[in-house]
């Protein structure tokens, strides 16, 4: 029932049978069962596909067996490297870490860390660290001669006030005189003040010029000073420079002279060694070329057969017989039965004891 012919547009599937294979079934019977035989028939554009493919496969074979017997005859010798370039690990007697005689680790004594005689650090004796004298006599003096301003008019007023006092009828010893006294007090009083504001105003003046006579003082000589060590400085910075320069110079010369040569030294090992690497490299390249084209032959994806398009052979879903299962359905069912008759039987039992005890009862009750 699963053998169906199929014809497609690829090729065909067919069927026959070419004999029969005996086969012992679960009662211990032989029987004969028939073999047949599956065709599949390409068409010709199929068919020319799959001989063209077959073919290339086999020039790969063959062209991979005479690579492996020709091609590879050198891998059976041991690697040879006696021909490398030598590898050089050191730079020789020529390379130095040393910079000679030529380079210089001191300035000499022509460099200096002092100044000099010409530079000061003190002032002089003209240097002022406090200015002016006592201006507390000018003040005096400012306030008496303001007094002495002030007083022959305070002393008029006064007189003027008590004559008016007389001729009014004012007396000692009365409110109005009191408060006279009092008026002549306080103008005196106020004179005074305005003296000692006056007499101070003074002094401050003449605190403010000598301040500004000791500041220009000092300037004058601070200016000097300053001017006397730049000078001193200047000089000995300039020879300090000169020294410098002429140290760097020299020393800068022997610096690059060692590494000229040290780097010279380096590129030709750099060179050689890269020469000894490149070798090696085609070396090895050349060795290993015949062995990377016979690895690539043999790895490559196999060949497919051409594609006929055909679908599977349809199966039929006929299940065999379940005699077993059909078995014990059967005792399943009979049980079933059995169990239903003797549930019936039971049934029909208690059925007749309880009417014969209904029976007994009724007699106990004619009685």
Request: no cysteine.
């Amino acid at each position: 029932m699963n053998m169906t012919d199929q014809v497609t547009p690829y090729g065909n599937i067919t069927y026959s049978q070419n004999g029969t294979t005996s086969v012992t079934g679960p009662d211990g019977k032989t029987y004969q069962v028939p073999r047949y035989t599956q065709t599949t028939t390409l068409n010709p554009q199929q068919q020319a596909t799959l001989d063209q493919s077959q073919q290339a496969a086999t020039n790969i074979a063959g062209t991979a067996n005479s690579l492996s017997s020709t091609g590879l005859s050198q891998l059976s010798q041991p690697v040879d490297t006696s021909g490398a370039p030598a590898l050089q690990t050191s730079l020789g007697s020529g390379y130095t870490s040393t910079l000679g005689n030529d380079y210089s680790t001191n300035l000499g004594s022509g460099y200096t860390s002092n100044i000099g005689n010409g530079y000061t650090t003190s002032l002089g004796s003209d240097y002022n660290t406090s200015f002016g004298g006592d201006v507390s006599q000018a003040m005096t003096n400012a306030k008496n001669a303001v007094m002495d301003q002030y007083t022959p008019t305070l002393d008029r007023n006064a007189e003027a006030t008590r004559a008016q006092e007389l001729a009014s009828g004012v007396r000692a010893g009365s409110a109005a005189y009191s408060a006279n006294e009092q008026t002549i007090g306080d103008n005196y009083t106020r004179a005074a003040d305005q003296a000692t504001q006056t007499a101070q105003s003074v002094q401050n003046q003449l605190f403010n010029q000598q301040q500004q006579q000791a500041a220009y003082t000092d300037s004058a000589l601070l200016n000097q000073a300053n001017f006397t060590n730049n000078s001193a400085l200047n000089q000995a910075q300039f020879g300090n420079s000169a020294l410098l320069n002429q140290f760097n110079s020299q020393n800068n010369a022997a610096l690059n002279q060692a590494q000229f040569g040290n780097s010279a030294l380096l590129n030709s090992a750099n060179f050689n060694n890269s020469a000894n690497s490149q070798w090696l490299q085609n070396y090895y390249t050349q060795r290993d070329q015949p062995l990377n084209e016979l690895s690539a032959l043999l790895s490559s994806s196999q060949v497919n057969n051409a594609n006929t398009a055909t679908s599977a052979t349809p199966q039929t879903q006929v299940a065999g017989t379940d005699y077993a299962g059909q078995v014990n359905s059967n005792y399943q069912a009979q049980l079933a039965q059995s169990q239903g008759l003797t549930s019936g039987l039971f049934g029909i039992g208690t059925g007749l004891m309880g009417m014969g005890g209904m029976y007994l009862g009724g007699l106990g009750k004619s009685k």
